[in-house]
């Protein structure tokens, strides 16, 4: 199983990324897609997650507005459009799995609640 994340990069505060996050090794319609953050010294948080089966979304409140996730299952693809980006954006993004038959929606910002993680790709906002 592998969850190849990228897209990440340095950016400007106000300008926007693209994250990518591409699986393979799994079924990927049977997975919810999530993305979490690190920044040095922090615990890792939730982003945005969105479920397979329904189509649903969740955001976090530090990102709503400004984030927005989609995916594409013929490409087995999750994307994390990031606009207005500020400095507290930085952070290493990762993506991770959740298998939608064990957990819900509900779990989405629990870390515990993902079976796959991918490697992360580092997102800089300059002031």
């Known amino acids: 199983v592998q969850l190849q994340a990228s897209g990440g990069g340095l950016v400007q505060a106000g300008g926007s990324l693209r994250l990518s996050c591409v699986a393979s090794?799994?079924?990927?319609?049977?997975?919810?897609i999530g993305w979490f953050r690190q920044a040095p010294g922090k615990e890792r948080e939730a982003v945005s997650c969105i479920n397979s089966n329904d189509g649903t979304t969740y955001y976090a409140d530090y990102v709503k507005g400004r984030f927005a996730i989609s995916r594409d299952s013929a490409k087995k693809t999750v994307y994390l459009q990031m606009n207005s980006l500020k400095t507290e954006d930085t952070a290493v993004y990762h993506c991770?799995?959740?298998?939608?038959?064990?957990?819900?929606?509900?779990?989405?910002?629990?870390?515990?609640?993902?079976?796959?993680w991918g490697q992360g790709t580092q997102v800089t906002v300059s002031s």
């Open positions: 090794g799994i079924t990927f319609d049977d997975y919810a």
């Open positions: 991770a799995a959740r298998r939608e038959a064990y957990y819900s929606g509900t779990y989405w910002t629990s870390i515990f609640a993902y079976d796959y």
